[in-house]
């Protein structure tokens, strides 16, 4: 049996996604890809899928349908590439493999069932359009896709559509959220059918398996337990009626702290249409933010740095990967919580194809669940509660005469110690090694996980508190402070002085100062 | 030295450290009639603000949050 790999134009009648235009995440899908100036496309006719497999397993292989157990694999490419080409990349021309990549823009596996075809599709993402306020995707992984002998490379968070026979959409944000890049080293990624079964463990709330009807917000938790990571939860404050909801400072602080540490964030919320009317409870992942910029510190406050975020990007797995939504607020009885209003920007390709973006409603945010290395034991809300208490003591000292931005995130330890303290200390050698060499000479062994609380004057980092992560809340102490500023040596030495509890608010100084 | 605009700013994970002349080091002093009460009273007046990051996550909310996961 010959089963031919086809090349054929983006978006013309052979291409296997225009075969699916009145499903909505296709239309999606073939918006994104145009955005991306989409050329052709090569299309795998036969490719056995982890996921799909195993969903077919537990599922769809008892169906009197008599489902196959094969998906197609569909790859897209920003130019004309066609058969010749191929063989080209097969017969193993780097130059020819070279150019295939250099256009990649991603995959799209397409499952064997009818009415939700759109399995596992990892795309790139669009060009950051404003890299000095850039896109924060750190979540993003590489994926590699092998064909005949030579292989694509896509950086990107994988997506898919819920099936409602092994996954609802909670299932599938949580599904997204382990394949982040933090995760790369030590863990095996669950499929959708395994977080299921994993999240109906415990077998308490009185549904079947499968078909999947949704997860409850325990069974999220649980599942990312029972897979291996520790549950970090994050429940806005705002009670409107039976509902929680966020104010934006919690909101965008938590949601970057967690991205920025490169965990995806699951929110769980209710979807509601404009005017209010109440649509129904959902679960999206998001994937990266679109960084605001630095704020402006009123005098005598401390700003938290992300509290403007303006946009979030969430892969809703009823319209389609890193959906654009715009994080505003609504004023209710209760005060102002947050709303995410989706917010495509406006198209690139011409003659502009039909967005189901346009009339899809908004997402009143409830709750964030974040999967964590099990080591990290403190909650990213208990970093900006610290950082909130010392940018105060620190304006304090002053009497009022500076305004502070504060902002916090966790960090492997080599990666601080490494990438991140090159590249703030990239014009300081000398302060460069001083530090590094202190903080494995001079300070206590530390966590193979930091919590970093960073405080800031318009947008320069002025200094670092590194945390243990791996104590209870009560004992949890500084490892160290690394001073970047020589002005602010003053202000600590006056706080030290002043503070019984400096040294486990602070821990020895470090000074990176040239 | 004249600030750059607001826009074209990085953010405290973009920026490098030791960026010359944004810190008024004239202002980065300590108070001398600042006292420790004074301090304190200073974090107090944040209570509210840092009840928001308190972390604990109350039993109703977590059971709002059930029905709006499905």
Request: some cysteine.
């Amino acid at each position: 049996m010959v089963r031919p790999l086809l090349v054929v134009p983006f978006g013309g009648p052979d291409d296997p996604l225009e075969q699916l235009k009145s499903c909505d995440q296709a239309r999606y899908i073939l918006c994104y890809l145009a955005d991306l100036n989409a050329r052709s496309a090569l299309v795998e006719p036969t490719y056995f899928d982890r996921d799909y497999l195993s969903e077919f397993a537990s599922f769809y292989c008892t169906s009197t349908a008599g489902y196959p157990n094969v998906c197609k694999r569909v790859h897209y490419f920003s130019t004309e590439i066609d058969r010749e080409l191929l063989t080209d990349a097969c017969s193993g021309v780097s130059q020819a493999q070279k150019l295939l990549n250099a256009h990649y823009l991603g995959f799209v596996v397409l499952r064997p069932i009818q009415g939700t075809p759109l399995g596992r599709t990892v795309l790139r993402w669009y060009g950051d359009k404003t890299p000095h306020l850039p896109r924060v995707d750190t979540p993003s992984r590489n994926y590699e896709a092998h064909i005949a002998g030579f292989s694509l490379q896509v950086r990107g968070l994988a997506w898919q559509q819920q099936d409602s026979g092994v996954g609802a959409c909670a299932t599938i944000a949580l599904w997204s959220m382990l394949h982040s890049s933090a995760f790369d080293d030590r863990h095996v990624i669950p499929t959708t059918a395994e977080i299921t079964q994993t999240a109906h463990r415990a077998g308490l709330t009185g549904d079947r398996l499968f078909p999947s009807e949704g997860l409850t917000f325990g069974q999220l938790v649980a599942a990312v337990r029972d897979s291996g990571f520790a549950p970090l939860v994050v429940t806005g404050k705002v009670q409107c009626g039976h509902e929680t909801s966020f104010s934006r400072e919690h909101f965008c602080s938590s949601l970057a702290a967690l991205v920025r540490s490169g965990f995806p964030v699951l929110i769980a919320g209710t979807l509601t249409e404009t005017g209010g009317a109440l649509v129904g409870g959902h679960a999206v992942c998001a994937t990266g933010f679109r960084q605001a910029g630095a704020v402006d510190e009123s005098v005598g406050q401390l700003s938290f740095e992300d509290e403007n975020t303006e946009y979030v990007y969430l892969h809703d797995d009823n319209i389609g990967p890193s959906v654009r939504f715009r994080i505003d607020v609504e004023t209710r009885s209760e005060g102002e919580v947050v709303i995410l209003r989706p917010s495509r920007p406006p198209p690139q390709h011409a003659p502009a194809r039909n967005d189901p973006v346009a009339d899809y409603p908004c997402l009143r945010p409830s709750s964030l669940l974040a999967a964590a290395h099990e080591e990290i034991r403190i909650s990213p809300d208990r970093l900006h509660e610290r950082a909130l208490h010392l940018g105060t003591m620190l304006i304090a000292m002053t009497g009022g005469q500076i305004g502070l931005s504060a902002s916090a995130r966790f960090f492997n330890l080599r990666h601080f110690v490494g990438a991140e303290l090159g590249r703030l200390l990239d014009h300081h050698p000398q302060a460069l090694a001083k530090v590094r060499l202190a903080l494995w000479e001079e300070v206590h062994p530390m966590s193979l996980h930091l919590g970093v609380i960073r405080i800031g004057y318009k947008g320069t980092p002025l200094m670092d508190v590194l945390f243990d992560t791996t104590d209870s809340e009560p004992n949890t102490r500084a490892f160290a402070h690394l001073v970047y500023e020589s002005a602010m040596e003053g202000l600590l030495d006056g706080l030290v002085a002043q503070r019984p509890d400096a040294d486990r608010l602070l821990g020895p100084r470090v000074l990176a100062t040239s | 030295m004249t600030p750059e605009p607001q826009e074209n700013r990085g953010s405290l994970w973009t920026t490098s450290a030791g960026a010359t002349g944004v810190v008024p080091k004239e202002q980065f002093q300590p108070n001398p009639n600042v006292t420790a009460k004074d301090v304190q009273a200073a974090v107090d007046r944040v209570k509210d603000r840092a009840a928001t990051f308190s972390g604990r996550v109350s039993e109703h909310s977590l059971r709002a949050s059930v029905e709006s996961s499905r």
